[in-house]
């Protein structure tokens, strides 16, 4: 797919690894780095994300991961998606659970979920600012959210990490509005009713400093995906493949050794 930038390296049984709604691609750097000594890691940026310019038409985010999957040549694969590229993975799963050999669910969001107030809130509050077109408070607002959490405290190692984030995040939230008007509504039953279709190994990962939902959330996917690894990672926030690549290269590794 020319308009989606995407990279290929190593060689072996294809992964996938997608990334955040408020990253890029960039945000696997660490992981990729070693699964590439066994495996061909295929990374890619998102519509609006990254080198990916904001859609013009209407799109799904899984047809365009089932769309560049076909241009690789790829039938079967691994994938791995940390929060919105959660939600991408779960969508193409159950959309194609014949594709999926392998499925990581990192921080993972579902549709129709009841949000608690600490999302409310940010959600609220980022529109307002969005509309107002204050991109810097937007992006202050994220990484506030998303890199410190709810929790947390901010310290030297976070505040480098939200250095290490922000610039794909700008671009992100630049075109979030643009991108969000073309995406279309799902066209099948929530994936989160669809969990019974997923047959292949699953992890199923978390912060346990991230907002209250998404361990709430990870415990009902890890419930509802027979033989799914819950784990819960003590202490570590949102962007986990960014936050902690050691610990989250090492449960991929055991997820594809399954």
Do not use: C
Not at 36 to 55: C, K
Not at 105 to 126: F, I, K, N
Not at 214 to 224: K, Q
């Amino acid at each position: 797919m020319s308009d989606i930038r995407a990279v290929v390296e190593g060689s072996g049984p294809p992964v996938v690894l997608v990334h955040s709604g408020v990253a890029d691609h960039r945000s696997w750097d660490r992981v990729a780095e070693v699964l590439a000594e066994n495996y061909t890691v295929i990374r890619y940026d998102l519509r609006g994300f990254g080198g990916t310019p904001p859609p013009t038409a209407g799109f799904r985010h899984r047809d365009d991961l089932a769309a560049l999957l076909d241009s690789l040549g790829v039938e079967r694969t691994a994938v791995v998606g940390n929060s919105l590229g959660g939600y991408v993975s779960l969508e193409f799963a159950t959309r194609w659970p014949e594709r999926v050999t392998h499925l990581g669910l990192l921080a993972a969001p579902v549709s129709g979920w009841e949000w608690g107030p600490e999302v409310r809130e940010y959600g609220a509050a980022e529109g307002k600012l969005l509309e107002a077109g204050d991109l810097d408070g937007a992006l202050a607002l994220n990484l506030d959210m998303w890199v410190r959490g709810p929790v947390r405290d901010w310290s030297p190692v976070l505040r480098s990490l939200a250095d290490e984030v922000a610039p794909a995040m700008r671009v992100a939230l630049a075109n979030q509005t643009v991108t969000e008007s073309h995406e279309l509504p799902d066209d099948t039953a929530r994936p989160s009713t669809l969990l019974d279709l997923i047959q292949a190994p699953a992890l199923v990962a978390v912060g346990d400093a991230d907002a209250p939902d998404f361990p709430a959330i990870a415990r009902t996917l890890a419930d509802g995906i027979a033989g799914a690894r819950l784990v819960e990672l003590a202490g570590a926030g949102h962007l986990l493949p960014a936050e902690r690549p050691e610990q989250i290269t090492a449960e991929i590794g055991d997820l594809l050794a399954r």
